[in-house]
């Protein structure tokens, strides 16, 4: 049995990409190893936050890993912001870091890009997310193709703790689905589907009505060819689109491609994609609903917290022991 450990930054609505790329991996991993499944709210902070959205953004993600199937007598679910720890052996961990590490974050640079102020917290925001993860000790880490470089960097602090200070944190590995690790948008298909985008058509949320999707993938950029073809160096759009198809059904790239032959154009596999999606979200729509009709979230979410608050104030306290902070 491995430790695992996870988590989605409460910083807009989940998206199919969200779900495809981490989250229904999180429920596979969950039935054969110990798994910590945190809600990101301390990153969500480091672009700027309504109070109000952050609170609705952070109950909602919870929600969604439980309609989703994470099962709380399994996993652990709680929130980032209720175990201390992860403050604190981030700033422990931030003294480690070079700036020229952080400074060669794609995410970074893409999320600074243009701006005049750019907070301290997007900087530095690795280092936190090194010590989610060392906190737990956890050795297999589900996240999509766009965490690599984050968790690269998680690897690097850990060796280089453990070189400076002895033996203490476990290497963590990434776990990056082969298909479907990298979802692109709907209306642009060079850049992946993002919660934070500003545009809601270019992603479909895990909570959008049936209708809603429908529309959104009815309205999808395509190119001006007939064939649904996976191609993803001449056809970036229909091969994402093709992704998605698999991820949600039974069906193999091929047998979409099969199916939708002849040169018929993208009417048909448009509508088909989209009941097909449909058809994965609905069920966990209706449990979303039930959950936070039933107020049983606040129960879940403070059971998590203490089952994470053991493993990570015993790490806290070694690694100060270790780095010679005093603690009387
Ligand atoms: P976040 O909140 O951006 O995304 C949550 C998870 O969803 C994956 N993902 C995608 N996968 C496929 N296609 C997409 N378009 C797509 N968009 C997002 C992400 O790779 C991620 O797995 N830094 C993290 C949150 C985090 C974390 C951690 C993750 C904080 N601490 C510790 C793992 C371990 C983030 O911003 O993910």
Redesign the pocket.
């Known amino acids: 049995m491995k430790r695992v ?5 409460s ?1 807009g609505r989940l ?1 199919l ?2 779900y ?3 989250l229904r991996n999180y429920v596979k991993l969950q039935d054969e190893h110990k798994c910590y499944f945190m809600v ?1 709210n301390l ?1 969500a902070l480091t672009v700027p936050q309504e109070p109000a959205a952050l609170k609705e953004q952070t109950e909602s993600v919870a929600a969604l890993y439980l309609a989703a199937g994470i099962d709380p007598s399994k996993a652990s679910i709680f929130l980032q912001s209720s175990v201390k720890e992860h403050a604190e052996l981030g700033w422990l961990l931030t003294t480690l870091t070079y700036m020229g590490e952080l400074e060669r974050m794609t995410q970074f640079k893409d999320k600074s890009a243009g701006k005049d102020s750019i907070g301290v917290g997007l900087f530095t925001y690795p280092s936190l ?1 090194a010590a ?2 060392l906190l737990y000790n956890a050795d297999l ?1 589900p ?5 690599k470089q ?1 968790l690269e960097l998680t690897r690097d602090l850990a060796l280089r703790f453990n070189k400076r200070f002895g033996d203490t944190f476990t290497i963590p590995q990434p776990y990056i689905p082969e298909v ?4 692109m948008g709907l209306d642009d298909a060079s850049k ?3 919660k934070s985008s500003p545009n809601p058509g270019s992603f479909i949320a895990m909570l959008d009505e049936p209708d809603v999707i429908r529309k959104k993938f009815s309205r999808a950029v395509t190119d001006s060819g007939r064939e649904v073809k996976y191609d993803p160096q001449n056809k970036p759009e229909i091969s994402n689109l093709i992704s998605i198809y698999t991820q949600c059904s039974e069906l193999t790239v091929a047998q979409v491609e099969a199916k939708y032959e002849g040169g018929q154009g993208y009417g048909t596999f448009k509508k088909d994609l989209a009941e097909v999606v449909v058809a994965q979200l609905e069920p966990i729509q209706t449990r979303y609903r039930e959950i936070r009709e039933s107020g049983e979230l606040y129960e879940v979410l403070r059971k998590g917290a203490q089952e994470a608050t053991e493993l990570a104030s015993a790490t806290v306290r070694e690694v100060k022991e270790k780095m010679g902070i005093v603690q009387p």
């Open positions: 450990l996870s988590g989605m930054q910083s998206t990409g969200n495809i790329g981490a990101a990153h997310m989610d993860i880490i996240v999509g193709d766009d965490q984050h479907g690790a990298r979802i992946k589907m993002s």
